[in-house]
């Protein structure tokens, strides 16, 4: 398996382009099912998760290319209403087909996702809100089996238990083609979730909301192909800013939406970073922090427009080497502090409380041979890596090609000794 080697303490400059975000080109893909016409994707980023949505698609008999940034899409023969575990095991975002089969073609099978690393993620809201705009859907075999008994979707309200991400945009999807008008309240309001419905409305959809708690939706006939630029991943410029500040270095983002990231540039500020944005673009400079460090800075996490899930373990990077301590709360996952012993291994001085991690900064990591355990937590590790002084050795980065697109060579480009190990 691949490895990054990090020779650390060597502080960021430059500028950095920022990818289209995963998050958003996973259920865009997906959406591609309730069409038989093209859709195309651009901005799209190389990753391993996009390329195991695209073999999901295929398999179904869709038609899926890409090359470099732009993803071209159809869903015109569609043999098999299926999602088989061996591609769903890889990907629990596979379940973001379900709601477009269901919708356009009246039955889905559709394997569960079974266990995650960071926590569980029930899919039981898409069940229930399925069932509620007319679906028969049952768990059979390991397997998620729905039908549409008598010809079409119908319009419905439907509130959702808990803020879902993909359970918003499984029954968003889904309810484009129903019968009369849908309402989705306790929504999740994430900019990927916005994104998607603004290409949905590209398709022909009537969606209002999108971005609030409250969705309404009004169902069409069909819908038609359509071309959409994926949004800026804002979990990768998150990342970006916290090595530049944990490295103290001078780092300009181009390519990124800054109010999508208000939640972290609060508590970058407060740490000590200088941080001034345009239109497109964000620029952190952290060479010149009072006291030569940043100052310790807690933070809970909590669903969009919070402070993200996604950026728990970058942040615990910062405040490893931060002035003082900090809290570092978990409300979203139950297990998302598997990197807390990795970062040990560095020399930080963490004590976990509950749900909330207890951070002494200190004044130097010192570099060691460290395992990534998730997507994030391998972000959160490569950080401390490049200010760690001597070397770094992040082993299992299978993790992190998952959602950051040739992370190691933006590194390098700003100035970093890092490389891939083979």
Same mark, same amino acid.
């Given at each position: 398996?691949?490895?990054?080697?990090?020779? %650390?303490?060597?502080?960021?400059?430059?500028?950095?382009?920022?990818?289209?975000?995963?998050?958003?080109?996973?259920?865009?893909?997906?959406?591609?099912?309730?069409?038989?016409?093209?859709?195309?994707?651009?901005?799209?980023?190389?990753?391993?998760?996009?390329?195991?949505?695209?073999?999901?698609?295929?398999?179904?008999?869709?038609?899926?290319?890409?090359?470099?940034?732009?993803?071209?899409?159809?869903?015109?023969?569609?043999?098999?209403?299926?999602?088989?575990?061996?591609?769903?095991?890889?990907?629990?975002?596979?379940?973001?087909?379900?709601?477009?089969?269901?919708?356009?073609?009246?039955?889905?099978?559709?394997?569960?996702?079974?266990?995650?690393?960071?926590?569980?993620?029930?899919?039981?809201?898409?069940?229930?809100?399925?069932?509620?705009? %007319?679906?028969?859907?049952?768990?059979?075999?390991?397997?998620?089996?729905?039908?549409?008994?008598?010809?079409?979707?119908?319009?419905?309200?439907?509130?959702?238990?808990?803020?879902?991400?993909?359970?918003?945009?499984?029954?968003?999807?889904?309810?484009?083609?129903?019968?009369?008008?849908?309402?989705?309240?306790? =929504?999740?309001?994430?900019?990927?979730?916005?994104?998607?419905?603004?290409?949905?409305?590209?398709?022909?959809?009537?969606?209002?909301?999108?971005?609030?708690?409250?969705?309404?939706?009004?169902?069409?006939?069909?819908?038609?192909?359509?071309?959409?630029?994926?949004?800026?991943?804002?979990?990768?410029?998150?990342?970006?800013?916290?090595?530049?500040?944990?490295?103290?270095?001078?780092?300009?983002?181009?390519?990124?939406?800054?109010?999508?990231?208000?939640?972290?540039?609060?508590?970058?500020?407060?740490?000590?970073?200088?941080?001034?944005?345009?239109?497109?673009?964000?620029?952190?400079?952290?060479?010149?922090?009072?006291?030569?460090?940043?100052?310790?800075?807690?933070?809970?996490?909590?669903?969009?427009?919070?402070?993200?899930?996604?950026?728990? =373990?970058?942040?615990? =990077?910062?405040?490893?080497?931060?002035?003082?301590?900090?809290?570092?709360?978990?409300?979203?996952?139950?297990?998302?502090?598997?990197?807390?012993?990795?970062?040990?291994?560095?020399?930080?001085?963490?004590?976990?409380?509950?749900?909330?991690?207890?951070?002494?900064?200190?004044?130097?990591?010192?570099?060691?041979?460290?395992?990534?355990?998730?997507?994030?937590?391998?972000?959160?590790?490569?950080?401390?890596?490049?200010?760690?002084?001597?070397?770094?050795?992040?082993?299992?980065?299978?993790?992190?090609?998952?959602?950051?697109?040739?992370?190691?060579?933006?590194?390098?480009?700003?100035? =970093?000794?890092?490389?891939?190990?083979?």
């Amino acid at each position: 398996m691949d490895k990054l080697r990090i020779q %650390g303490e060597r502080p960021l400059h430059g500028d950095v382009q920022i990818s289209g975000a995963k998050n958003a080109a996973l259920p865009l893909m997906a959406a591609s099912l309730l069409t038989d016409q093209p859709v195309v994707l651009t901005n799209a980023p190389e990753l391993m998760d996009v390329r195991t949505l695209g073999h999901l698609l295929t398999g179904m008999g869709a038609q899926v290319a890409q090359e470099g940034a732009s993803i071209r899409l159809q869903a015109d023969a569609i043999t098999a209403c299926v999602a088989p575990y061996e591609r769903v095991k890889t990907m629990r975002a596979s379940v973001l087909v379900l709601g477009p089969l269901v919708a356009r073609f009246g039955q889905a099978r559709v394997s569960l996702p079974g266990g995650c690393a960071i926590g569980a993620r029930p899919v039981d809201q898409h069940i229930k809100g399925l069932q509620q705009l %007319g679906a028969e859907v049952h768990v059979e075999h390991g397997d998620i089996v729905a039908s549409v008994p008598r010809g079409r979707l119908k319009g419905a309200r439907i509130s959702t238990d808990m803020i879902t991400v993909t359970g918003t945009e499984n029954l968003m999807m889904a309810a484009c083609l129903a019968e009369g008008e849908s309402v989705i309240e306790n =929504a999740a309001q994430e900019p990927e979730v916005a994104d998607l419905a603004a290409m949905l409305q590209k398709m022909g959809a009537r969606i209002d909301g999108a971005g609030t708690s409250r969705v309404r939706i009004q169902g069409v006939d069909r819908l038609h192909g359509a071309e959409h630029a994926i949004v800026p991943d804002r979990i990768e410029a998150g990342t970006f800013l916290c090595a530049a500040v944990a490295t103290r270095g001078d780092v300009t983002l181009r390519g990124c939406v800054p109010e999508h990231l208000d939640s972290l540039l609060d508590k970058l500020r407060e740490a000590g970073a200088t941080l001034t944005s345009g239109a497109d673009w964000i620029r952190v400079q952290a060479d010149a922090m009072p006291g030569g460090r940043a100052r310790a800075v807690s933070a809970r996490t909590s669903e969009y427009p919070g402070f993200a899930t996604d950026m728990q =373990a970058q942040f615990m =990077a910062v405040n490893c080497l931060a002035q003082g301590a900090a809290h570092l709360t978990e409300t979203i996952f139950e297990n998302r502090f598997m990197h807390v012993q990795e970062l040990v291994r560095l020399g930080a001085t963490i004590a976990i409380e509950g749900n909330t991690c207890v951070v002494q900064g200190v004044k130097r990591l010192s570099g060691a041979t460290v395992m990534a355990t998730d997507l994030r937590a391998s972000a959160g590790l490569v950080i401390a890596g490049l200010a760690a002084e001597g070397e770094t050795l992040v082993e299992r980065i299978y993790h992190l090609d998952r959602g950051y697109a040739g992370m190691e060579h933006k590194l390098a480009a700003l100035g =970093a000794n890092i490389a891939r190990v083979r």
